[in-house]
């Protein structure tokens, strides 16, 4: 337990409070989302029905249940990877206000707010982009997959991101 004894270590105590608070509810959002899309391709999987028996002739992957693009489970993945990288924008910026520097991206993209928030806009439409051609070609598992294994990587970003030391000078 921490002790605080002057007015300095007191909001420092708060702020590491709360910093640790944030880290636990943004844990529990991202193991929500990923329960709900668990969910959410298992019932998928309900609705086109049981495995065929083995008298039937088995069909290839490629020709799965055909489905409407922008049928009700397409756009939850979408909103969740839009979500995500929401948070994503969020917890860069955040990081960047308590010292830390963003390595996978220039300074120059990362530190221009309209940039930034181009570039995020622009990863959701190309995961939107590559879903509707793996759509098109016929992989309608690729097709949710994708946006499923983009939602994942970007959470995994989120919580790393916010679970870093600040680097305060001192």
């Given at each position: ?20 608070a944030?880290?636990?509810w ?14 959410m ?12 028996s ?16 922008w ?11 839009a979500l995500?990288?929401?948070l ?11 010292g830390?520097?963003?390595i ?12 930034f ?11 939107v ?7 098109r ?15 994942a ?18």
């Open positions: 337990m921490v002790v605080c004894i002057s007015r300095y270590n007191l909001k420092m105590c708060h702020f590491l409070l709360v910093q640790r944030a880290r636990i943004l844990m529990f959002v991202a193991f929500g989302c990923m329960l709900l899309t668990t969910t391709l298992a019932a998928q999987a309900d609705i086109q029905g049981p495995a065929p083995p008298s039937q002739p088995v069909e290839s992957s490629r020709e799965t249940q055909p489905h409407r693009f049928d009700r489970t397409n756009i939850m993945l979408f909103s969740g990877v995500f990288r929401g994503d924008y969020a917890s860069t910026r955040n990081f960047q206000a308590r830390r520097q963003e996978l991206l220039p300074d120059d993209v990362v530190n221009n707010s309209a940039g928030a181009a570039l995020e806009a622009a990863g959701t439409a190309a995961s982009g590559l879903s509707y051609w793996m759509h070609a016929g992989h309608h598992r690729i097709e949710r997959w994708v946006s499923v294994a983009h939602i990587v970007t959470g995994f970003g989120v919580v790393r991101n916010y679970s870093l030391e600040s680097k305060h000078p001192r």
